[in-house]
DNA sequence: ACCACCGTATTATTTGTATAATACAGCCAA
DNA sequence: TTGGCTGTATTATACAAATAATACGGTGGT
């Protein structure tokens, strides 16, 4: 079973693309594998506070990316293999890393500052 | 008069705030300089091709941060110093860049492959 | 077989984002 | 001074995100 006892909500952003990215990551980080099970609509909604609906939301899509499979009745559970995750990985990167570069270069922010500025963020 | 010509609206955000870190980019890249006169309500919005209110929404929020300022019938123009440039350097760096630092520590990248990552997306 | 939990579906309501159409008063150059 | 542009305000509509309250049928352990 997935643990979400790491997982915060945010403001700014959707709460259902927040449970997705989630569930991303650690599957990039390996703290989520396959044939995970994960949590029901219910349990997750009661769990960080949201509706059922959102949750439902966030798994339907994480479905249509072939990332969790569900069937009526039954507890949903994971299913990646090594090359999915790593295209989840680079997915990730490329719109995290490169939205931050894309913003750095308009801010003027020069190739070498942004590296430190990252290396001091980073402790 | 500030210039948009570099302006492209992208979807997942909201437009408002599009514009608003655009002005507040362009002031930290040395773009858009104090006393530098703001387009229109309208104009701006004519420009980029979305609602006037969108525009006067971004706007009003700059102007409860002090970066612009507005008085009736006259034509809005910016209204910083280096202090300020100073803060909103920082703002902007904290939420872009800490964000995509704790992303990254989330899906166990070490700071060492962070650092590649970046500079390689970087060219 | 029962029954609690599961996924799924539907309808309604609220809030935020964005658009649209006006309206009014202040500023300022011609 | 006049007329066009300015900021500001109001009302209405549309869509997405999120909540709320149900409902239905499938699954699986006891």
Redesign the interface.
Known sequence: MISFE?FKIEDGYPIYTQII??IK??I????IRNQDEVPSRRVLSSLIGVNPNTVQKAYRMLEEENIIESRSGAISYVTVDASKIASI?SQ???G??????K??K???IS?EE??R???K??D
């Open positions: 790491q990215q989630y990551r650690g990039v980080a390996g703290r990985r990730l990167l490329e995290d890393l490169g939205a931050v570069v913003a750095m308009q801010m003027g190739k942004a590296l500025l990252m290396a963020l980073w």
